[in-house]
């Protein structure tokens, strides 16, 4: 079996039966979602406060005005779209990322380009301590997660061009270039520190994820055959049996034909290749009915199909046997000349019992049909080849 379909069934089993989401780079979503929000809301903040603060003070200019409402605005809707970011494609996130961090340097810039031409007004101090107030927002580049490789790169050449762009205005004398370049420096040191330890918490968030998913996979799924095991089989009982959008179950038993007989004849090689085998056909058709196949002995199996009429359960039923028997996989010490099974199968109500239970009824239908020339579907003690 492929393991891209036994990865898919382990994952469904996962989700409906043990109640595990499985969550992809756990730490790249979690953590710099989370702290991409945290930057937003402060970035909100610090731009509303200074448009406050800047009123009562001295009055705020038009462009200042203009830029800081566009910074919040876009950093308000940014906010909401990571609020809903399952609901969004990666790469459509990115870009509205790499859009934002454009308005960003941009207003950043101009801002920085008025503070300039107004400079010579302004006490030293006070001008390095504007320039850090409209500086600190390019920091928020380091929550970011921009995917993509050319909005990363157009991203960091427009700080580049920022740096260089208030020379071609008035006030570039009073332009505070050293301390530009050494924002600029931090920045970059302090992102790509950042997304170096932030990969290496993904690498390691993933690799445990590999670790749960191995141990999973060891804990309820069948190193032979890839059916659900013994203990998924109880496990899945259970999640049947509190289910209330469950009303009731077709059960299936079915075993290989005379097994023993070929295990003894073939080699137990052969004889784990036919139960690979019939096991594979079996999932497959199970597949389309978001079913699952267990391993529930030796060479029998079994599966349930979830509130299914009684021509529905047969149809499977018959199908999976039709598969086998045209499978040919050949064997010549019975009347088939090949592998055959046989299948019991019943309808059972959903109640709170013994586990065996539901599978009582289609047992007994099972050895009716090995009573009766084998190779057949048995349900309400009928027949069916």
């Not at 906010?79 to 340097?105: A, E, M, N, P, R």
Request: charged residues 20%; aromatic residues 12%; negative net charge.
């Amino acid at each position: 079996m492929e393991d891209s379909t036994k990865n898919k069934i382990l994952e469904c089993f996962k989700k409906e039966v043990l109640k595990l989401e499985t969550k992809n780079n756990t730490v790249n979503e979690g953590l710099t979602s989370s702290l991409l929000k945290y930057a937003l809301i402060l970035s909100i903040v610090v731009d509303l406060v200074l448009i406050i603060n800047n009123s009562i003070a001295d009055g705020i200019s038009k462009l200042y005005l203009i830029c800081t409402t566009i910074r919040i605005v876009s950093a308000i809707a940014l906010l909401i779209v990571s609020i809903y970011i399952d609901k969004l494609s990666t790469t459509l996130f990115s870009f509205l990322q790499t859009i934002y961090y454009v308005i960003i340097i941009a207003t950043t810039t101009a801002l920085q380009i008025e503070w300039d031409i107004n400079a010579s007004a302004i006490e030293a101090n006070s001008r390095i301590y504007g320039i850090s107030i409209y500086s600190i927002h390019l920091f928020i580049i380091v929550f970011f997660d921009i995917n993509d490789k050319y909005g990363m790169i157009a991203v960091l050449s427009l700080l580049i061009i920022s740096y260089f762009f208030p020379f071609f205005f008035d006030g570039k004398e009073t332009y505070p270039y050293i301390e530009q370049l050494i924002v600029r420096i931090y920045l970059f040191a302090v992102y790509l520190a950042y997304k170096t330890i932030n990969k290496k918490l993904i690498k390691s968030s993933l690799s445990n994820q590999q670790l749960n998913d191995d141990l999973i996979k060891v804990s309820y799924i069948d190193a032979l055959t890839c059916a659900m095991n013994k203990r998924a089989f109880y496990k899945y009982i259970e999640y049947l049996s509190f289910d209330p959008e469950v009303h009731h179950i077709g059960s299936c038993i079915f075993d290989i034909d005379d097994f023993k007989y070929y295990n003894d004849h073939y080699s137990h090689l052969k004889g784990d290749a036919a139960l690979s085998k019939v096991a594979e056909i079996a999932i497959k058709v199970l597949n389309e009915e978001k079913s699952y196949l267990f391993r529930y002995g030796g060479e029998e199996f079994a599966f349930f199909l979830l509130n299914p009429t009684k021509e529905k359960l047969f149809d499977i039923a018959m199908k999976i046997k039709n598969e086998v028997y045209n499978a040919n996989i050949t064997r010549n010490d019975t009347q088939y000349g090949r592998i055959t099974i046989t299948l019991g199968c019943s309808l059972e109500e959903t109640v709170r019992r013994n586990d065996a239970e539901y599978v009582l009824n289609a047992d007994k239908e099972l050895y009716v049909g090995k009573n009766n020339q084998k190779n057949c579907v048995v349900l309400d003690d009928e027949i069916h080849r």
